[in-house]
């Protein structure tokens, strides 16, 4: 038992090491959508209501809905309330939990494979803490989401254990709680779910009847989540898949579909064997499109061929590689786009949870191949063991370790990543986007600045030439010329970024603004009008379109909305200003002075 504390210890302290460079990074990827321009997460503990009533991009002014994960946003609303707008803060719970998660995968294994095999359990938690295909969940603060997953799961697994050996009710009901809370931090919990049944027969050796039986009561918090997430997006929503964001959707018949979607999943374990170069971004057109005629579709397809076929010669003789083996294979199928097609073709985050089983198949064969069967699995008789581990976990960690530098914010890890996937148009985009946010506002002179902005055209055009129905990516061409005073270029751009998505709310407020700027303010008026038809929730939308309506003389329309923004966004002094500048136009000096201090207090 000494040496399990030491172990947990190791594990934690270890994990802790891995990432420790990330808690002085910033906000990256989807860290905006879900926390840093999410006006619910943004109130704290009092969004966490609005939180469990609403689908997850209610709060970044989406208007379609279509996930329910109320436990994360939830998670990142009382980060925001203790530590508002302190991405080091929500790093550090990042890095905690995975440490924690550390020690629980050691504990799991020591109860699933026997204290007598404590060193299959140890050398499997440290390849796994240690895989640099985790870097992207553990620096992005939004993929908490799969950690807390994780963390719930196998603590239900523990709990299920617990009973298993005494029977006593109050550890199955501790699982299946934990269980129903995993679905509403990501519905990923279901292939965890669909695990339970395969451990128990396998590793714990529960009758088969028994097994289905007991696996068959976590339908309960399946059915509930299912129920309340369709309750709150209106249905059992299957959002449609842009073509921009799955290469697959695009496949002109169910052969090409197939054969690509084989030559991912054969991406997936060379990924977790060489995880080399990693990239964010794997979208529309970094992985193409092919036939039958792929010699990598095939080779994948013999591959995991060979895993069933491992998993069937090993199911009695080999339990613990046959166990490794099934964990991945379920948890991966969510993801190989062959039963359902999901809203990406590829993603690193994606193998997060299963390189469980890839890292307890590997340290099984590096025992079984180093070890000295005859002996007990000891650290005084595994030299060869100690050896190898040592140099496969010493390049792991340097990879983690390195990899974690270009998750500092977005303008280092699109500048870093752009060079991988440089033939995808959602990498070449926010490589502009980066460069048009970080650089060119940064510039210290209007030469450097103008430089920044035509590098970015550069970029969002590269974007286009890859996907030229690119909404966005026209509306930031359109912005960056907006910012070099070429309004001429920019309404085109933004003209034809209404025109490719007419429920580009963006689009529509940057034109209103451009209008606005050149004294057109009816049709600013008109811009901002469709920008809030589409998203009533749009805060620059509605901070512009009030200033347009008080530049028109309306002025009580232009508190009103002005008081919208308001309520979005609290902390905005130049809100307060705008009011009270209104309410002196109206002559209503107190409320004006009222706004007035209200605005001093937050500059101050």
Known sequence: MKGNKRSIFVLF?????????????????????????????QKGWEGIPTIWKTHYHYGFGYQQPTIFRPVSLTLFALQWELAPDQPQFAHLINLLLYSFLAV????????????????????TSLLFIAHPIHTEVVANIKSADDIIVFNLSIGAYLFLIKYISNSNGWYLFSSIFLIALSYFAKESTLT??????????????????????????????TVVYIVARTKVLGGFINPEIAGLDNVLVTAPNIVIKLSTALKIMGLYIYKLVIPHPLMNDYSMSQIELNGLSNPFSWISLFVYVGIVFLIIKSWKTNKVLAFGLLFFLINFSLYTNLFLTIGTAFGERLLFIPSLGFSICCAYLLIQLLGKRSAPLTFKNQSKLIMVGTVVLGLYAFK?????????????????????CSKSARCQYHHGLAVMKTQALNAKTQNEKIGYLKEAIVAFEKAITIHPNYSEAYADVGLAYFRMNDFKNA????????????????????????????????????????TLQINPNHIDGLANYASTLGTLGDYEGAIRFFKKAIALNPSEPNYYQMVGMTYQNLGRTADAQEYFRKAKRLQN
């Open 13 to 41: 302290i270890f994990s802790f090491l891995l990432y420790v460079n990330t808690l002085q990074h910033e906000y990256v990827l989807d860290d905006y959508t879900a926390i840093k321009d999410n006006f619910i997460v």
């Open 104 to 123: 629980l995968i050691f504990i799991l294994l020591i109860e699933l494979f026997g204290q007598a095999n404590w060193l299959l359990a140890f050398l």
């Open 491 to 530: 309404e085109k751009n933004y003209l034809k970024a209404t025109q490719l998505n007419p429920a580009n709310a963006t689009a529509f407020s940057n034109l209103g603004s451009l209008y606005f700027n050149t004294q057109r303010y009816q049709q600013a008026k008109s811009s901002y009008e469709r």
């Open 192 to 221: 965890l779910v669909l695990t339970i049944p395969f451990m128990l027969v396998l590793l714990l050796e529960v009758p088969f009847k028994r097994a289905i039986k007991i696996s068959s009561l976590y339908l309960v918090p």
């Open 400 to 420: 983690t370790v390195d990899r974690n530098k270009d998750w500092k914010d977005n303008f280092t890890l699109y500048s870093t990543d752009v060079e991988n």
